[in-house]
């Protein structure tokens, strides 16, 4: 791939990494540092490549650790992500208030307000 | 092995194969923008990452089959473990050990690339190998002094390192110098000069972020977050590798975008917060001051009295909150007040907790509805129809000098406008002020009411006197 190519991707890349991550409330804003962790693991793929093509021995240590180093980030980033967000997703038992509530001033300002 | 299925490295198919593994990372962070499908939209990246990581196994002549596997079974392993044993007030700690190991890796992977150029690497490819060694090298070392920091390894008060500034100027421009001179070079680059150069910049990321106190933590790991992304689109380039140059630029905005909003919730920009070693907590010191002026101290139960007769409550966290472990039981509290017919809300400042939306994961833990979880800006307006609001181990986040007065060090910062609620009570053990290290006039004004006590016993304390009511 040309080079110019490759900074095409890249400019765009960051239009879209813009675009879509501006969307993210801060409310995920946790598990989406854990998430795009995980995404940089993708750097493994490097260190698969040096691994595989490695013929001396301090390229397998270099080559070992950097596929440890990219498989922690992968494994680890996605199941804390996975986990994290669980407890988001856990719908808590439905609350029966008093119907009393909803004449008082400010009792339903919290629950339109979520969206 | 099947012979019959492996792809030629830089051909067709794998390159197809890595497209369809980034635009699956696009569309899971796309899902990660509601919480009702960001579990899936997680999946989808793995799915991706799978894809990935598949296609460059199946790759042409591929081999070491036996140190692929070692290296992937320890760090699965670690990842594993590492994911289910983490608490949630350990996040920030876990996502800066994963920015340094992110960084690390792309670090080794420049220095295997450098090995191999002694034939000779056109430019093209050689300024990207050294920036990613840079940029990798800083991350992996600034981050574990994160890491360090936030773990209490290490004191999270700023380290002043006498001459810091020029030390850090001196081992940039060594920097630079070293990689002019392997570029110009680059016929034979110099092993030990690139060596040389992974130190130095090892050095400059423990020395960049040592000055930096505990509490600009959530700009750090950000901003590194966006380094390693940054370092892994560098090594896209050297690497021919769109996989790596599209998802390292992802992470790379996604750790620009947080950068950018924890510096504006601070009112500081990134330069400030990086070089001027404001933001240690002067712990326990400086409350000297503020205990001669006057100010409404109240028990348990006039707070659950105060509370339990409200029409609407909004629960102000801070990190307090975290460090006494306190959500479980203020989630009690809430759930005698609703019980009761009162609402209930959390106001989230952007900096509550120690890295982006961190507040929102420790309630979210004790099983507060992410509809109750209100951001700054949403809950302000309904500040003056709030009956109670309750300041639970935050402090500076809730200084009106930041509004009111121009001359506060905090002038400008945006602040949870509890002081427009009809009352306040703030659970604090003392009057002692806050990381930036000034008096909160909050806690003198009429309506509002002291209650000094460990937020997590506070807590427990309210929602039994609010049960015997």
Redesign the interface.
Same mark, same amino acid.
Request: aromatic share 6%; charged share 15%; hydrophobic share 50%.
């Given at each position: 791939?040309d080079?110019m190519t490759?900074i095409t991707?890249?400019v765009l890349?960051?239009f879209?990494?813009?675009e879509?991550?501006?969307?993210?409330?801060?409310?995920?804003?946790?598990? !989406?540092?854990?998430?795009?962790?995980?995404?940089?693991?993708?750097?493994?793929?490097?260190?698969?490549?040096?691994?595989?093509?490695?013929d001396d021995g !301090?390229?397998?240590l270099?080559?070992?650790?950097?596929?440890?180093?990219?498989?922690?980030?992968?494994?680890?980033?996605?199941?804390?992500?996975?986990?994290? !967000?669980?407890?988001?997703?856990?719908k808590?038992k439905p609350?029966t208030?008093?119907a009393?509530?909803a004449s008082?001033?400010?009792?339903?300002?919290?629950?339109g307000?979520?969206s | 092995m099947i012979p019959s299925a492996v792809l030629e490295p830089g051909g067709d198919a794998a390159t197809a194969l890595y497209i369809v593994a980034f635009s699956l990372f696009i569309v899971g962070i796309k899902q990660g923008t509601h919480p009702t499908t960001a579990k899936r939209g997680n999946l989808v990246a793995a799915g991706g990452m799978a894809i990935a990581v598949v296609t460059t196994l199946l790759l042409d002549g591929m081999g070491n089959w036996g140190l692929i596997a070692l290296g992937l079974g320890i760090g699965t392993a670690v990842g594993v473990i590492a994911s289910i044993r983490v608490q949630m007030t350990e996040m920030p700690q876990m996502v800066a050990l994963y920015n340094g190991v992110g960084g690390g890796a792309v670090a080794l992977i420049a220095w295997s690339e450098i090995r191999h150029g002694s034939h000779g690497l056109p430019l093209d490819e050689l300024i990207p190998i050294l920036f990613a060694g840079v940029v990798g090298s800083v991350s992996f070392w600034g981050s574990n002094i994160a890491f360090a920091k936030l773990q209490d390894l290490i004191p999270t008060r700023p380290i002043a390192v006498p001459g810091q500034q020029v030390i850090n100027a001196v081992l940039l421009i060594g920097i630079v110098a070293a990689c002019v001179s392997i570029a110009t070079n680059n016929d034979d680059p110099s092993q030990l000069t690139f060596i040389g150069i992974l130190i130095a910049a090892g050095l400059l990321g423990n020395l960049v972020v040592l000055p930096i106190g505990g509490a600009d933590m959530p700009v750090v790991i950000s901003l590194l977050n966006a380094f390693t992304g940054l370092s892994a689109a560098a090594a896209g380039f050297a690497l021919d590798n769109v996989a790596l140059i599209v998802a390292g630029t992802l992470v790379g905005s996604s750790g620009t975008i947080l950068t950018m909003e924890m510096a504006t919730a601070m009112n500081r920009s990134v330069a400030n917060i990086l070089f001027s070693g404001f933001g240690g907590a002067p712990s326990g010191g400086a409350s000297g001051g503020g205990e001669e002026k006057p100010h409404v101290s109240i028990g348990a139960q006039d707070a659950a009295i105060k509370l339990a007769y409200a029409d609407s409550v909004v629960i102000v966290p801070g990190y307090g909150l975290a460090v006494a472990q306190a959500q479980h039981a203020i989630k009690e509290v809430a759930d005698e007040l609703e019980a009761r017919g009162v609402t209930v809300n959390y106001a989230i400042h952007p900096v509550a907790g120690r890295m982006p939306g961190h507040m929102n994961v420790l309630l979210a833990e004790a099983d507060v509805a992410y509809e109750n979880l209100r951001e700054m800006e949403e809950i302000n307006p309904e500040m003056p129809r709030t009956s109670v609001a309750v300041v639970v181990g935050a402090n500076d986040v809730t200084n009106p000098a930041a509004k009111n007065d121009p001359d506060s060090p905090i002038a400008g910062m945006p602040i949870i406008e509890v002081s427009e609620a009809q009352e306040v009570i703030v659970i604090k053990r003392s009057l002692s002020p806050g990381f930036a290290g000034i008096d909160n006039d909050l806690f003198y004004e009429p309506n509002t009411s002291m209650l000094f006590a460990d937020a997590k016993q506070a807590a427990a304390d309210i929602a039994a006197e609010i049960g015997n009511l």
């Amino acid at each position: 791939m040309d080079l110019m190519t490759e900074i095409t991707i890249f400019v765009l890349a960051v239009f879209v990494g813009f675009e879509v991550i501006s969307k993210v409330p801060t409310t995920l804003h946790t598990p !989406l540092m854990s998430q795009t962790n995980a995404i940089h693991g993708i750097v493994m793929l490097g260190g698969l490549i040096v691994l595989g093509y490695a013929d001396d021995g !301090l390229e397998y240590l270099i080559g070992t650790i950097a596929v440890a180093f990219g498989a922690i980030n992968i494994v680890g980033g996605f199941m804390v992500t996975d986990r994290m !967000l669980g407890m988001f997703a856990r719908k808590p038992k439905p609350q029966t208030k008093p119907a009393s509530s909803a004449s008082r001033p400010g009792a339903g300002s919290a629950d339109g307000g979520g969206s | 092995m099947i012979p019959s299925a492996v792809l030629e490295p830089g051909g067709d198919a794998a390159t197809a194969l890595y497209i369809v593994a980034f635009s699956l990372f696009i569309v899971g962070i796309k899902q990660g923008t509601h919480p009702t499908t960001a579990k899936r939209g997680n999946l989808v990246a793995a799915g991706g990452m799978a894809i990935a990581v598949v296609t460059t196994l199946l790759l042409d002549g591929m081999g070491n089959w036996g140190l692929i596997a070692l290296g992937l079974g320890i760090g699965t392993a670690v990842g594993v473990i590492a994911s289910i044993r983490v608490q949630m007030t350990e996040m920030p700690q876990m996502v800066a050990l994963y920015n340094g190991v992110g960084g690390g890796a792309v670090a080794l992977i420049a220095w295997s690339e450098i090995r191999h150029g002694s034939h000779g690497l056109p430019l093209d490819e050689l300024i990207p190998i050294l920036f990613a060694g840079v940029v990798g090298s800083v991350s992996f070392w600034g981050s574990n002094i994160a890491f360090a920091k936030l773990q209490d390894l290490i004191p999270t008060r700023p380290i002043a390192v006498p001459g810091q500034q020029v030390i850090n100027a001196v081992l940039l421009i060594g920097i630079v110098a070293a990689c002019v001179s392997i570029a110009t070079n680059n016929d034979d680059p110099s092993q030990l000069t690139f060596i040389g150069i992974l130190i130095a910049a090892g050095l400059l990321g423990n020395l960049v972020v040592l000055p930096i106190g505990g509490a600009d933590m959530p700009v750090v790991i950000s901003l590194l977050n966006a380094f390693t992304g940054l370092s892994a689109a560098a090594a896209g380039f050297a690497l021919d590798n769109v996989a790596l140059i599209v998802a390292g630029t992802l992470v790379g905005s996604s750790g620009t975008i947080l950068t950018m909003e924890m510096a504006t919730a601070m009112n500081r920009s990134v330069a400030n917060i990086l070089f001027s070693g404001f933001g240690g907590a002067p712990s326990g010191g400086a409350s000297g001051g503020g205990e001669e002026k006057p100010h409404v101290s109240i028990g348990a139960q006039d707070a659950a009295i105060k509370l339990a007769y409200a029409d609407s409550v909004v629960i102000v966290p801070g990190y307090g909150l975290a460090v006494a472990q306190a959500q479980h039981a203020i989630k009690e509290v809430a759930d005698e007040l609703e019980a009761r017919g009162v609402t209930v809300n959390y106001a989230i400042h952007p900096v509550a907790g120690r890295m982006p939306g961190h507040m929102n994961v420790l309630l979210a833990e004790a099983d507060v509805a992410y509809e109750n979880l209100r951001e700054m800006e949403e809950i302000n307006p309904e500040m003056p129809r709030t009956s109670v609001a309750v300041v639970v181990g935050a402090n500076d986040v809730t200084n009106p000098a930041a509004k009111n007065d121009p001359d506060s060090p905090i002038a400008g910062m945006p602040i949870i406008e509890v002081s427009e609620a009809q009352e306040v009570i703030v659970i604090k053990r003392s009057l002692s002020p806050g990381f930036a290290g000034i008096d909160n006039d909050l806690f003198y004004e009429p309506n509002t009411s002291m209650l000094f006590a460990d937020a997590k016993q506070a807590a427990a304390d309210i929602a039994a006197e609010i049960g015997n009511l």
